[in-house]
């Protein structure tokens, strides 16, 4: 139990459909991030919120939607993906930015495979 | 362009003997270095940091080595145990941004 909880832990999606992903973070952090880990690739940061704002957006496809209604919930909405967005998807929070010298904390990931 | 490298993408090493994990970087600009440790199926989880004012920091059987002059970053498991085997990833952040460029890991096995 990591504080950071992630759902689904697995999606499989096709390329026309719409879907969610849901993180849920019980640190009482004030900072949530998206990051996307690819096959063989290292772990790419895709947006970052703080106090719910987005405050950075990493060159992400529009494809990708973020969304951070209050500072516990995180949501990345999908649409009309390709089959080379799949990957592992890890929600992480902190309490204060990582700018600062804040460490971060990591969801268990949800597997996102597009058909 | 990588900024964060780890060039041994495997180590194996006996039980109760220590292991080095070593990792690279380019930008001069990090100043906060951390540790994660990955088991299948599940998210990183954080081990250790270490600020760029100094050159060491220590937890445990956990030791991170900082030397900003080459760039490198180590850290050290002594003694290694079974349950360290995961993958190790270091990760580098600079004070003007919030994003944290990631290695690609290092797989540690531990043998009895």
């Known amino acids: 139990e990591t504080g950071v909880t992630q759902t689904p832990r697995h999606l499989v999606m096709g390329m026309t459909n719409k879907k969610s992903l849901k993180c849920e973070q019980h640190l009482g952090h004030n900072a949530m991030y998206w990051y996307k880990q690819s096959a063989k690739k290292p772990l790419e940061l895709m947006f970052v919120?703080?106090?719910?704002?987005?405050?950075e957006n990493n060159s992400v496809p529009s494809r990708f939607s973020p969304e951070c209604p209050n500072s516990s919930h995180l949501f990345l909405h999908l649409h009309t993906l390709q089959p080379e967005d799949s990957a592992l998807y890890l929600c992480a929070s902190s309490q204060g930015r990582v700018r600062s010298g804040n460490t971060i904390y990591f969801g268990e990931g949800s597997w996102l495979t597009v058909v | 362009d990588q900024q964060v490298k780890q060039n041994s993408p495997s180590l194996s090493v006996q039980e109760g003997r220590i292991s080095i994990l070593n990792c690279d970087y380019t930008n001069s600009m990090f100043d906060y270095f951390l540790w994660y440790k990955k088991y299948p199926a599940e998210g990183p989880t954080f081990l250790i940091s270490?600020?760029?004012?100094?050159d060491k920091n220590e937890d445990g059987r956990f030791t991170v080595f900082l030397n900003k002059s080459a760039k490198h970053l180590s850290l050290h498991i002594v003694p290694s145990q079974p349950g360290d085997s995961a993958v190790y990833f270091c990760a580098a952040s600079a004070g003007n941004t919030d994003k944290l460029i990631f290695g690609t890991g290092t797989r540690l096995q531990v043998f009895p």
């Open positions: 270490i600020s760029s004012i100094k």
């Open positions: 919120y703080s106090l719910e704002e987005r405050v």
